[in-house]
């Protein structure tokens, strides 16, 4: 008796750490949702005040400081592998070709608009990433898809469908090259070989590098930017951008990719919530009606996706490209 009192307690302890574990876990991946979806309003901020280019460059730049002082300080190896360099090379060209579009188009539209668009990326990744031998998507999820293209045509119309604003469309073209990122991502990791934080530091050193000469003239005005708009870059670079990304690397470890995908797809409710609360931002009948439109299809999508794939993998004992690297609904942690 006294044996299954001890048993039974041991048991709670176990049970108990494990909840806390769990809620922590949780609120990590809460926390980079919330940090995800409040980059569009402080990028939408930060262009306010400098040119598109000059933020992103100086957005790379901060990340790439951390990123090495990471490394330089962080135990184990530190050389880069010939993978790691030559991944994270292409990795930063797509990458900067996707916040290029993402800036430009956040500096035009609401950061509410941007957060919602930029959500395509859920579902269109899986119609580029068919390197993984998955067979054809159910017809749902085409379906789900289709309802994400109406809910865009509903928060493209504004006002009116006459008020098309030309930073939606390059939110959109940002979704489409953002999906086709996340997918090469996800060919180039297979086997698991690389790094996070290696990969990260190769790729900001890569997008600092190809924004510095375009805005060598305007350095300038980043030396004479007031402390607001320095607090601004340094929250997208080294938040948004560098901490997310570790954060959700260790989250994913920690629980399972459904449960982390469910959370971290919060983030463009998050963007309308910050757009609104703090940005004085408002949706219109149609915008708001697109927005939740949005939101349901696109998590019917990623359900769909997710169950497919799960398929799959129980009839392919080999691994595939997406069930190598952890769930990534916005890059824009990258």
């Known amino acids: 008796m006294f044996q299954?009192?001890?048993?039974?307690?041991?048991?709670?302890?176990?049970?108990?750490?494990?909840m806390r574990d769990a809620r922590?876990?949780?609120?990590?991946?809460?926390?980079?949702?919330?940090?995800w979806g409040s980059s569009y309003l402080s990028a939408k901020t930060a262009t306010s005040a400098l040119p598109v280019l000059v933020v992103l460059f100086a957005r790379y730049a901060i990340s790439a400081i951390g990123s090495l002082a990471l490394v330089a300080t962080r135990g184990g190896p530190r050389r880069f592998t010939r993978r790691e360099i030559r991944a994270g090379t292409l990795l930063g060209i797509t990458q900067a070709a996707v916040l290029v579009l993402e800036t430009y188009g956040v500096a035009d539209t609401s950061a509410a608009n941007a957060g919602l668009i930029i959500s395509l990326t859920i579902v269109l990744t899986p119609l580029l990433d068919r390197a993984g031998g998955r067979g054809r998507l159910p017809l749902t999820f085409f379906a789900a898809a289709g309802s994400c293209v109406v809910a865009v045509g509903f928060l493209l119309s504004g006002t009116g469908l006459h008020a098309v604003r030309t930073?939606?469309?390059?939110?959109?073209?940002?979704?489409?090259?953002?999906?086709?990122?996340?997918?090469?991502?996800?060919?180039?990791?297979?086997?698991?070989?690389?790094?996070?934080?290696q990969l990260t530091t190769?790729?900001?050193?890569?997008?600092?590098?190809?924004?510095?000469?375009?805005?060598?003239?305007?350095?300038?005005?980043?030396?004479?930017s007031d402390a607001a708009t320095w607090a601004?870059?340094?929250?997208?670079a080294l938040f948004c951008g560098l901490f997310a990304f570790l954060s959700q690397t260790w989250a994913v470890q920690q629980t399972s990719a459904?449960?982390?995908?469910?959370?971290?797809?919060?983030?463009?409710?998050?963007?309308v919530v910050v757009g609104?609360?703090?940005?004085?931002?408002?949706l219109t009948f149609l915008a708001a009606l697109g927005g939740a439109l949005m939101v349901a299809g696109t998590y019917w999508g990623q359900a769909i996706e997710r169950a497919h794939r799960s398929g799959v993998k129980r009839n392919t004992p080999a691994l595939t490209a997406a069930d190598?690297?952890?769930?990534?609904p916005s890059p824009t942690a990258t």
């Open 24 to 35: 922590r876990t949780d609120l990590v991946l809460l926390l980079v949702a919330i940090v």
């Open 202 to 224: 190769v790729q900001t050193v890569v997008g600092t590098a190809l924004f510095l000469a375009p805005v060598a003239a305007d350095l300038d005005a980043l030396a004479h």
């Open 4 to 18: 299954k009192l001890v048993l039974g307690f041991s048991f709670l302890a176990v049970h108990r750490e494990r």
């Open 167 to 197: 930073g939606d469309l390059l939110m959109l073209a940002a979704a489409v090259v953002r999906a086709g990122h996340v997918a090469l991502v996800g060919r180039l990791s297979v086997g698991g070989t690389l790094r996070p934080l």
């Open 276 to 282: 609104i609360s703090l940005g004085g931002e408002r």
């Open 258 to 271: 459904s449960r982390a995908s469910l959370l971290l797809g919060t983030e463009p409710i998050w963007a």
């Open 324 to 328: 190598a690297v952890p769930p990534e």
């Open 232 to 236: 601004q870059l340094v929250y997208l």
